[in-house]
């Protein structure tokens, strides 16, 4: 979960304060990345749309961006952040118009996880529903399943349990001077959001060991070699990837997408067998063959997508 109490953030590598953190270990990124955050909501603002106070939303198209927005925290999320992003993922799962979320944070980090410092003077912040399938989690949406994609656009500090946020996403857009890490470790805040779940089957058990035990900071790099992360982008263009990337999965027949996609979180997650799994791809994929494959196959037959033109 968070550090969004002071305290000096390289603690194992440098020396740096985190409450002056800024432009000295990320300017490129702390600028660039305000600016495009900055324009986003103004151009909600503009439109007309009712905004909640810590998260904001926005629709391109088919595509809806949430944003956490309490910068002057580093985005750490409080009770009432947590509510706000599960409202607007609900709003997401339940639109049928929308096709992917994009989940990034406003002002040049991710998210610091919880706000520890509200834990500090208000210990009841931690009340939250300890039956998983009946209550968010302290995070908020960490606890939800979805039925269509959801991609997290990382810039800066993602960490502790604003790193467990970025793992609900099936894809993380990785901006180059962006940390990853566990930095809950020192504070005896447990990962109650997925982190021990999710880490584990993204990138094995020996490597999420690594970075559970030891709490250490994690670049984009070494994100990127673990597969923590799918791609890494110049700072400040994180969003704008997200938003492409999300319009170009999109793109393709959804129904047989979706289908693939659930049978894969099927076989990683819920399949008891391999066998179980195999009747749960064939059942799913079955059921769009008539209403979207033949029809592909018709296109392909007329010449288009030849030579793996997308």
């Known amino acids: 979960m968070s550090i ?5 953030i390289n603690h194992f590598a440098r020396q740096t304060p985190w409450y002056g953190l800024g432009e000295a270990v990320i300017s ?3 600028v ?3 600016r495009l955050h900055r324009k986003a909501f103004d151009q909600s603002q503009q439109k007309g ?12 198209g088919t595509i809806v961006t949430i944003g956490i927005n309490r910068p002057e925290a580093r985005n750490a999320v409080n009770p009432e952040t947590a509510s706000q992003l599960v409202q607007a993922f609900n709003q997401f799962e339940n639109d049928p118009d929308l096709t992917v979320a994009v989940i990034h944070g406003i002002g040049g980090h991710f998210c610091a996880g919880l706000d520890l410092k509200e834990i500090a003077h ?6 939250v529903e300890r039956e998983v399938t009946k209550g968010k989690g302290p995070m908020g949406p960490s606890r939800m ?27 993380r857009v990785v901006e180059r001077s962006a940390i990853f890490g566990i930095f809950c470790r020192r504070f005896g805040v447990p990962l109650i959001d997925g982190g021990t779940v999710r880490l584990p089957k993204l990138i094995g058990l020996s490597r999420a060991l690594d970075l559970i035990l030891t709490g250490r900071p994690v670049n984009s790099q070494e994100a990127y070699e673990f597969g923590l992360a799918n791609r890494v982008v110049p700072d400040g263009q994180g969003l704008q990837c997200a938003i492409e990337l999300a319009q170009n999965i999109s793109s393709f027949p959804q129904k047989c997408m979706l289908a693939d996609r659930a049978s894969a979180y099927n076989s990683t997650f ?12 064939y059942d799913f994929g079955a059921k769009v063959l008539i ?13 288009e997508g030849r030579k793996g033109k997308f």
């Open 122 to 127: 208000n210990a009841s912040a931690l009340n």
């Open 4 to 8: 969004a109490a002071v305290f000096r």
């Open 145 to 171: 399943e979805f039925t269509k994609p959801v991609i997290a656009a990382v810039s800066g500090y993602a960490v502790a349990g604003g790193m467990e946020l970025s793992l609900f996403a099936d894809m």
């Open 32 to 34: 660039a990345s305000r």
């Open 270 to 281: 819920e399949a008891s067998s391999f066998t179980d799994a195999m009747q749960y791809e």
């Open 49 to 60: 749309h009712k905004e909640m106070t810590n998260v904001i939303t926005q629709r391109h």
């Open 28 to 30: 490129g990124n702390t």
């Open 291 to 303: 209403e979207e494959s033949i029809p592909g196959a018709k296109r392909f037959a007329a010449g």
